[in-house]
């Protein structure tokens, strides 16, 4: 690969002697490079944040300080320059201690043009993954708060990105979705996320606040102000000054409570019951819940002035159901969870019984999935009782039991459809055939349930 077409880029030369100086530097500035010089260890360090300067070219010996210590100092201040170290010839002791201290590469004095110009071209390739290496970290960093969450399916990755989207801002996000599908992951994945993430994460749980001291847990109280006040306290708003407030269950919030909610929100002050003074607040809400809320609010249970002001973002969470392909990957994760925890040996879920986990409906989600995984670890295949398959209806010879507790129709159908399919390897005949349908029949129930988008299999079916 030749080096000439390469862009010039901004080289620091750090060198004493006015010979090499001149001559190394006509040499860079030939190459297309620009070049500044530096004569000893201070000079340099001075012109470090020299626009544009992407690699340093010093020798070992200076007359003011040494090239070993600019590297480690270098390294210290602006890591993601390229550092090239001239030795002398035969001193390779030079060499090693420099590659040691994170030079890019090292030079052997006299060095030839040729020998130059393809050592720092190494070095601003080393140079380039290094910043690059930097960045995936700095990425990787920021998705720290993510990491607990598992799953690749594309409504998931969908999710990452809103959640880094919105993690930085100071949005209120309403976090809707099924029970155990993971929302309050999601809010303290919003939290971790945030520049809030090093005050506090008050998370309250609406449906389990006893009715006559809501208030109270809500905007603290002052001495005396109930029976029972014997000391001033802080609410939950106060707590969460500075961080995140997250009103989980939010569905479930008295009604009569709303307004006072909603006026805290919209005004970002709060006064304590039985207090006179009003007190400014920075908390920023995040809301949860499993209810339709928007329904909630049609049927006159939820404030619609309060909805909205909640719901300023939405995330919906994906049910387990609707991202199967993710399924391996969290019985994997609980798996190992679950062995660490009840100090097992960690093994691996037989295959076979994957398959029949990938089918079900789970209708309790990963909650529920992560449940049926411990319970696999502790108990092995007996675990895999027909007290969990009777949601799907699987019963012996065909014959389908109706569970006590009714079922969810078009959920069982969507469910033995998408079972079907699975088993047949989304072979459509052989899959109908198996439900005992006729082929048309069969294909306008996947229509109806939205499973007909899939693609047949290659020469699946004649
Ligand atoms: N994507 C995921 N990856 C790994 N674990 C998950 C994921 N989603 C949920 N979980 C786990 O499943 C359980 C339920 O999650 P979480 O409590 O966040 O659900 P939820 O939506 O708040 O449920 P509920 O409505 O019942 O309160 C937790 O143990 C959580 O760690
Ligand atoms: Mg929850």
Not at 269 to 278: D, H, K, L, P, Y
């Amino acid at each position: 690969m030749s080096h000439d077409d390469r862009p010039g880029v901004g080289i620091l030369l750090v060198e004493d002697d006015p010979l090499q100086q001149q001559l190394v530097s006509e040499l860079l500035r030939a190459a297309g490079h620009s070049v500044r010089i530096a004569d000893g260890e201070a000079a340099a360090l001075a012109l470090l944040d020299t626009p544009g300067l992407v690699l340093v070219l010093s020798d070992f010996r200076l007359a003011q300080g040494d090239g070993l210590s600019l590297l480690k100092s270098v390294r210290r201040l602006r890591p993601e320059l390229s550092f090239v170290l001239v030795t002398a010839y035969g001193r390779i002791e030079h060499a090693v201690e420099a590659i040691q201290a994170g030079a890019d590469d090292y030079l052997a004095k006299p060095f030839e043009r040729q020998a130059l110009l393809l050592t720092l071209d190494k070095a601003l390739r080393s140079g380039r993954l290094r910043a690059e290496n930097q960045r995936l970290n700095q990425a990787l960093g920021e998705q720290e708060g993510l990491i607990d969450m598992i799953g690749r399916a594309p409504a998931m990755q969908r999710l990452y990105r809103q959640i880094q989207r919105l993690a930085p801002t100071e949005a209120t996000v309403l976090i809707q979705g099924e029970s155990g599908t993971g929302k309050e992951l999601v809010a303290r994945a919003l939290h971790k996320l945030s520049r809030r993430s090093d005050a506090a994460f008050v998370a309250v749980n609406c449906a389990a606040i006893p009715e006559g001291l809501i208030e109270a847990e809500f905007f603290g109280a002052e001495r005396g102000a109930y029976t029972g006040a014997q000391a001033a306290r802080a609410g939950w708003f106060e707590q969460a000054d500075g961080g995140t407030l997250f009103l989980d269950e939010i569905g479930e919030l008295p009604l009569n409570l709303q307004p006072k909610l909603l006026r805290a929100l919209q005004e970002g002050r709060i006064t304590r019951v039985g207090g006179a003074r009003e007190q400014a607040v920075d908390v920023r809400v995040l809301a949860a819940t499993n209810r339709d809320l928007k329904r909630e609010v049609a049927e006159g249970r939820f404030r619609e002035d309060l909805y909205w002001r909640l719901n300023v973002v939405g995330l919906d969470l994906p049910g387990l159901r609707e991202r199967r392909e993710d399924i391996p990957m969290l019985v994997e994760h609980f798996a190992a969870r679950a062995a660490r925890q009840h100090r097992l040996p960690p093994s691996a879920i037989p295959r076979s019984l994957l398959r029949g986990l990938m089918e079900r409906p789970w209708p309790g989600n990963v909650r529920e999935l992560g449940n049926a995984v411990e319970r696999l670890v502790l108990l092995g295949e007996d675990a895999d009782s027909p007290a969990a398959d009777t949601a799907a209806g699987r019963g012996r010879d065909g014959d389908v039991r109706l569970p006590a507790e009714g079922l969810d129709f078009e959920a069982l159908e969507h469910s033995l459809l998408q079972q079907a399919l699975t088993r047949t390897a989304g072979q459509r005949k052989r899959a109908a055939a198996l439900l005992g349908l006729s082929y048309k029949t069969f294909l306008y129930r996947l229509e109806k349930h939205g499973l007909a988008e899939g693609k047949e299999p290659e020469g699946g079916e004649a």
